[in-house]
């Protein structure tokens, strides 16, 4: 009779651990899941950035082209609406102000570079105006020593 009870107890405490272990094994499944719900969820939530953010650009692009046709149209309208000798003045003119922007980006590019050829001018000649400055120190202290060694 004991030795059933003993067994009876064993069984039982068989079981306990198996439901242990099957709870445990539920646990970590349900954990494991979640991280793969959790982590799928980020990747549809950075797909979907994604897919905004290039929509976003595509609708950019349309915008700046259809705004572009309608600058072509607007031009295109206002030439024809001017009389022929008009439209060559205004040309001429169009044409003057294009060659004075290139002539003014010109100027601005040389600008630059005697501006830069004076910096380093100027630092070449401070270098000189040192040497020359040690050179005279140098210089004054020959000739000193000269004086006391002649006397």
Same mark, same amino acid.
């Given at each position: 009779? @004991? +030795?059933? =009870?003993?067994? +009876?107890? =064993? *069984? %039982?405490?068989?079981?306990?651990?198996?439901?242990? #272990?099957? %709870?445990?094994?539920?646990?970590?499944? @349900?954990?494991?899941?979640?991280?793969?719900?959790?982590? $799928?969820?980020?990747?549809?939530?950075?797909?979907? +950035?994604?897919?905004? =953010?290039?929509? *976003?650009? /595509?609708?950019? #692009? $349309?915008?700046?082209?259809?705004?572009?046709?309608?600058?072509?149209? !607007?031009?295109?309208?206002?030439?024809?609406?001017?009389?022929?000798?008009? *439209? #060559?003045?205004? +040309? &001429?003119?169009?044409?003057? /102000? /294009?060659?004075?922007?290139?002539?003014?980006?010109?100027?601005?590019?040389?600008? #630059?570079? /005697?501006?830069?050829?004076?910096?380093?001018?100027? =630092?070449? !000649?401070?270098?000189? $105006?040192?040497?020359?400055?040690?050179?005279? @120190?140098?210089? *004054?202290? &020959? @000739?000193? $020593?000269?004086?006391?060694?002649?006397?």
């Amino acid at each position: 009779r @004991r +030795r059933e =009870e003993e067994e +009876r107890e =064993e *069984a %039982a405490r068989e079981r306990r651990q198996q439901e242990e #272990q099957e %709870a445990e094994e539920r646990r970590q499944k @349900r954990a494991k899941d979640e991280e793969e719900a959790k982590a $799928r969820r980020k990747r549809e939530e950075e797909e979907e +950035r994604s897919r905004k =953010e290039l929509q *976003a650009e /595509v609708d950019r #692009q $349309r915008k700046r082209q259809e705004e572009l046709e309608e600058t072509k149209r !607007c031009e295109a309208a206002f030439w024809a609406s001017l009389p022929p000798e008009e *439209a #060559q003045r205004m +040309r &001429a003119m169009l044409q003057g /102000v /294009v060659l004075y922007r290139q002539q003014l980006q010109h100027c601005r590019r040389v600008d #630059q570079e /005697v501006q830069d050829q004076i910096v380093s001018k100027e =630092e070449a !000649c401070k270098s000189l $105006r040192r040497r020359c400055e040690q050179a005279d @120190r140098e210089a *004054a202290l &020959a @000739r000193e $020593r000269e004086s006391w060694q002649g006397e």
